[in-house]
């Protein structure tokens, strides 16, 4: 069983920056591609950022690109590096695992999901 707690969260001015992480309890964190997704108060949840088992490749959303880093310490932990926040970035952001490393963007490849951690960014 994988377990994946997040923390990291907490409130920003619009502008600003902040770091979440997504620490893993598996045996073997490289063979899963981790992802970040987000979900706004009376929106579905979506995808935010990915990374592959090894580390080597990232794919991001259109609306987070230049500004978010996907990136692991290929041990147990993902990070997710957020610069120049907006308060369109406001919400509730999960990590989730996906051991059939299909690098994907959809919610419905990830078998794992966190409890998540509360962004918030004022304007």
């Known amino acids: 069983q994988v377990q994946l707690v997040e923390s990291g969260g907490g409130l920003v001015q619009a502008g600003g920056s902040l770091r979440v992480s997504c620490a893993a309890s598996v045996r073997t964190f490289s063979s899963y591609d981790m992802g970040w997704f987000r979900q706004a108060p009376a929106k579905e949840r979506e995808f935010v950022a990915a990374?592959?088992?090894?580390?080597?490749?990232t794919r991001y959303a259109d609306s987070v690109k230049g500004r978010f880093t996907i990136s692991t310490d290929k041990k147990n932990t993902v990070y997710l590096q957020m610069n120049s926040l907006n308060p369109e970035d406001t919400g509730v952001y999960y990590c989730?695992?996906?051991?059939?490393?299909?690098?994907?963007?959809?919610?419905?490849?990830?078998?794992?999901w966190g409890q998540g951690t509360q962004v918030t960014v004022s304007s």
């Open positions: 989730a695992a996906d051991p059939g490393q299909r690098h994907s963007t959809s919610t419905t490849a990830y078998v794992y």
């Open positions: 990374i592959t088992a090894g580390g080597g490749r």
